[in-house]
């Protein structure tokens, strides 16, 4: 049976996972504060400029001087500066609680060490590394953004089951795409556009479809509309979206565009819808060398398959 600080760590992770979509820039955490082998406490920041994880979950405890003898659990490490609201760490210092599970140090520059620092130096006993692989993939947005200066990059296609995203077509020629999604998947890609920053197509993409790219299946918040041309250096321009706050990226464009990015390696994970219809000929699909994707979804005629960058290394 898994231990109970597992099981704890579990729960702030699941409470952490209520913020996707809300939070960002951001990450996501949860907080749990346990005594007496019960949950006296829960939270999670639940929108960006609201009140912390562990601000909610200390102020859901009806017993305050139960905090003296307490083990918060908390998916990142505790903030020790000051921005839209106080540190943490100067908070469950103040409340006296004497010791504190983390999932996974905070690498934010404004961080990164220094609340688990001050914690202990207050002699809160501090462990660290407690489902730290989850706890790292939950905030995979956030710490991308942190370490490597740009968005988290997903990259989303339908295609046939022949490989082919597509019949030929030409602006103006009146047809439409080849619809590889049913009612299901759709509501999925309106999902996954609630919960990233924003969304790319091509200039001639945009042209052919005029793609709303939003959320009309979906609740949430629409992503930021782009649109890229093949005058866009990529690297710069994911620079540039970095310094623009923009933490994560849906590349929804063609396959010209798809290709630019997976050349460029700058790609995170791969979602492909992949229908049970056959087109024999059209526009391919791009090409993802070494590709060998987690096992697939399958809804109805459509398939979906998902592949992880760090599977690729």
């Known amino acids: 049976m898994e231990n109970w600080d597992n099981i704890y760590m579990r729960r702030c992770l699941e409470l952490a996972r209520k913020g996707l979509g809300y939070v960002a820039p951001n990450p996501m955490v949860g907080a749990v504060v346990v005594s007496g082998g019960r949950i006296i406490g829960e939270g999670y920041h639940r929108r960006f400029g609201e009140a912390h994880a562990e601000v909610n979950a200390i102020n859901a405890v009806h017993r305050p001087e139960l905090l003296r003898k307490s083990t918060l659990y908390v998916n990142l490490e505790p903030c020790a500066h000051y921005g839209k609201t106080p540190p943490c760490a100067e908070l469950i210092i103040a409340k006296q609680i004497p010791k504190v599970v983390v999932g996974a140090a905070d690498p934010f520059a404004k961080v990164d060490g220094r609340g688990i620092e001050m914690l202990r130096k207050a002699g809160v006993e501090v462990t660290v590394g407690m489902l730290k692989a989850e706890c790292e993939t939950l905030n995979k947005r956030f710490l991308t953004f942190v370490t ?147 096992p697939a979804l399958r809804f109805g005629e459509i398939k979906i398959q998902t592949k992880y960058f760090a599977d690729i290394q």
């Open 148 to 294: 490597q200066h740009r968005p988290y990059i997903i990259l989303k296609w339908a295609q046939s089951a022949d490989g082919f995203v597509d019949r030929l077509r030409q602006v103006g020629d009146g047809q439409t795409a080849v619809r590889f999604s049913n009612d299901f998947t759709t509501q999925l890609v309106h999902k996954m556009r609630a919960e990233e920053a924003a969304i790319v197509v091509g200039t001639r993409t945009m042209a052919l479809d005029q793609s709303q790219l939003n959320v009309r299946h979906w609740h949430g918040n629409n992503p930021i509309r782009l649109t890229a041309d093949s005058t866009k250096p990529l690297p710069q321009w994911m620079k540039e979206l970095y310094e623009q706050g923009i933490q994560s990226l849906i590349v929804e464009g063609g396959p010209t565009l798809q290709q630019s990015f997976i050349d460029a390696g700058l790609c995170d994970e791969v979602r492909v819808e992949v229908s049970d219809v056959r087109l024999g000929e059209g526009v391919k699909a791009p090409v993802f060398a070494g590709w060998s994707p987690h």
